[in-house]
């Protein structure tokens, strides 16, 4: 995966799964609190809980120029555990199956849309519009017993998910643009309950632009001829910077934290730990002494869990070093 990629995904699960990584702590108990687009309904009767995300960004480019538009976001799964009692399945707090644990869980899976080949021009006299239509549904992972019969099953169910996503351009000046991208969750679910509303949420959302034959205008720090349009740009819930290497322009990512041009992964990091600003060395450490009871509870539930507990034990004397701290020079200006 390209340092862009990194980069969309560490986003991606920015806040997933908190440190101390058990479902029994309080910080994951009260999840999805970064980058959600909530149901229409719910977002206008709560306040601080947006319905819609708002892109606002320069490119320098013609009409003929094209860009991309990506939205990326997380999507709410119910994991309950059933065991079987013949042909039926009965719900229950916990099941052991050939020797594994398996615990209720909320996950979450990806969701994507997308649509390349806009050219401005087109753009500036009709805007783009890609509906966001994911059905609900539900799938069975079953268990075996130890004598090859069925000791039950993990049951995942997800809502459904309805919205749209919105791009117009306007020319400001010949080879000058304002690409405006707007996010929508129009589905219609009007409940009062938080944990409701997040299965018909869409989370941790943010949007990937990416052009061919343009360049994106750094809102950070644009060229000062242009800092008056930059300083005009409007986004509501995202923070759009530069993607990808020192200098170049091609992608902009319009994230719900917020970042620097050009953001990186640290090559020393040996994974994501879903909390992309802390130190990797302190929440390796963490997690190396969780007592035993903590680790099961954490092997027990989320797989994602599961694998930092499997990446931090696998570490060696020298990787552990590595954590340790480098000096990077930066580059100049």
Known sequence: MDQAGQIARAVLYEGYLLWPYRGSALKNQQRWTIGGIHPEPYGRAHDGNPWQARTECLVEADPADTVEVRVRFLHAVTREVARARGAELDLVPELTAAGRRHLPREEAVEREVARAGLDLGGLAERPARIEIDVKAGQEAEWLADGAGGRAGAVLRSWQALRGHVEARAEPLRPGLFRLTVRVVNTTPWAGDIRAEAM??????????????GGR????????????????????LGVWPVLLGEEGDRRTMLAAPIILYDHPRISPESPGDLFDATEIDQLLTL????????????????????????????????????????????????
Not at 199 to 212: N, P
Not at 221 to 234: K, Q, V
Not at 292 to 305: A, K, L, T
């Open 199 to 212: 299965r018909h949420t869409l989370i941790s959302a943010h949007t990937v632009l990416r052009t061919e």
């Open 216 to 235: 994106f205008v750094s809102l950070m720090d644009p060229p000062a001829e242009l800092r008056p349009l930059a300083e005009e740009c409007r986004n």
């Open 286 to 333: 963490s997690v190396l002494a969780l007592t035993e009871e903590e680790q099961r509870e954490i092997r027990d539930g989320d797989p994602r869990g599961r694998e930092i507990l499997d990446r931090c034990a696998s570490l060696t004397p020298e990787e552990l070093m590595r954590l340790h701290g480098i000096v990077r020079a930066e580059p100049a200006g």
